[in-house]
């Protein structure tokens, strides 16, 4: 962790957020502020602070990638409905060039889509080198809805949990820094969220009947969850759950979780691939 | 233009920027900064000002298209090595929630780009409903280091003029609202910029001897824009030419092309589909 983040925490949040072996989701709090020490005012300043830290550290990334660095990220963003997947879109992504982005949604498959296996059109949407790719909902949907729904038959849902720990594999192998995200939100505040956006002309265009119909099945949802993320979390391929009542939390965490993801590539600028005294002649001479 | 950027501006810079009958590139002057009613400091307040309207209208344009709305907006960004359309990227294009955008970078055709017509692969990469689409490069490189590298006959160079303007009125058909922009840059500027790209390590990366290769042929460049330019400035899809030696006023005057797109396009935010008080009962049952 860079210094200037660590006087905004007291624990290293990737530590305290990481899913590891016992994992109980409805034993994890929402409305918690793990590592952070202080509250939303101080969040807003340390998530000013990070962005300037993420941007930087995204365009060395990127620079990389123009002499051949292969390394990519990927960040799974998944949760119920208005727990923030779209703030932190905005305002953790959203920091940093639009360029070193490659930005994903994946909604209902379509005809098309459907007539393949579940993972053909994540794979061709997997981020390019230099770039973190967003997944905005993602391949865990088809064992999320999947499962609650039973969009496929159980012993397809059953295979797909290993189908996905071998893809990420492969994305691993491929250089990628796979982060995965759930963002932790409680029932009540849910409701809330959703009153607000019946109440706010300005938010009706966020709102969905399906969202009720899906919160009716709140507690199958947890334990697809549950499910799911127990089956997949691997030491290469880590869930972070996240809580996310707060939602400045939850953005400074993933903000966190990607600022972690770069410092650990030890990255600096690309050295110059030409002749720099030779270039300056040249150019002098245009 | 609305209440609170016309303080900045004497006259609307659309109108002045925008190329009309007799256009003649070298008389453009690069170092200007028209309509604007200040200079550098001013500058930036005018944009973190611009950053907030432009993305309010964004969101309500997304919004739109989540209820049938089929309008986008294209913004093509050419200019000469160093000019700055990256800076108009990350600082104007930036500015707004990254899931409205729909960026793609034009480089070098590949092999199975160049086995087919030059707009093959423009057209797989127009924006969707509700977003903005940048094109960061595009078509008309085929008119540009095409005609001066001398890339196809002189025949085709001159068969593309027509079909780009073609093209573009599909575009307009379609709800497109198309804006391109060349990024007007001096000569002794673009030295300066390369130079200082050699001069810092930290720079290196965005330095390619190509560019001085480039910088021999000016002229050239400045005779290939000029007669695209007046080919293809048409009135649904005009050409703005934006003195781009200050960087802080291309960035504001691109700004103002966009926002100015989004007003005229008098957006509201969409009417509920669904019966806002029903839902409130279902909500309130859950």
Chains 1, 2 share one sequence.
Not at 126 to 151: K, M, N, Q, T
Not at 211 to 234: K, M, P, S
Not at 267 to 282: C, I, Q, S
């Amino acid at each position: 962790m860079s210094t200037r983040l660590e006087e905004f925490w007291t624990t290293d949040p990737s530590d305290l957020l990481r899913v590891g072996d016992g994992f109980v989701l409805s034993a994890e709090e929402t409305d918690s502020s793990p590592g952070f020490n202080g509250g939303k005012s101080l969040g807003a300043t340390a998530l000013a602070d990070g962005a300037s830290i993420l941007s930087e550290l995204q365009e060395k990334f990127f620079a990389n990638s123009t002499t051949g660095d292969n390394r990519k990220v990927l960040l799974v963003l998944q949760a119920m409905d208005t727990a923030g997947k779209g703030g932190i879109v905005r305002h953790v992504v959203g920091a940093v060039d639009p360029q070193g982005i490659d930005y994903v949604a994946f909604k209902a498959p379509t005809k098309e889509e459907r007539e393949h296996d579940f993972l053909w059109r994540i794979k061709k949407n997997v981020p390019r080198a230099g770039r973190i790719g967003v997944f905005d909902r993602s391949h865990y949907e088809d064992v999320l809805i999947g499962r609650v729904r039973s969009l496929a038959p159980p012993d397809e849902i059953e295979r797909r949990y290993g189908a996905i720990n071998q893809f990420e594999q492969q994305l691993v192998d491929d250089d990628t820094t796979v982060i995965k995200v759930m963002l932790h939100l409680g029932k009540d505040e849910q409701k809330s969220r959703l009153g607000e956006r019946l109440e706010r002309p300005d938010k009706h265009w966020k709102y969905n009947p399906g969202d009720v119909d899906e919160r009716l099945l709140w507690d199958d949802y947890q334990e697809a969850y549950q499910i799911a993320i127990e089956r997949t979390a691997t030491p290469d391929a880590p869930w972070y759950v996240i809580p996310a009542d707060k939602k400045w939390y939850a953005r400074l965490a993933v903000q966190h979780l990607l600022i972690d993801a770069f410092n650990a590539m030890d990255l600096d600028w690309p050295t110059a691939d030409f002749d720099v005294k030779a270039e300056k002649a040249r150019l002098a001479a245009s």
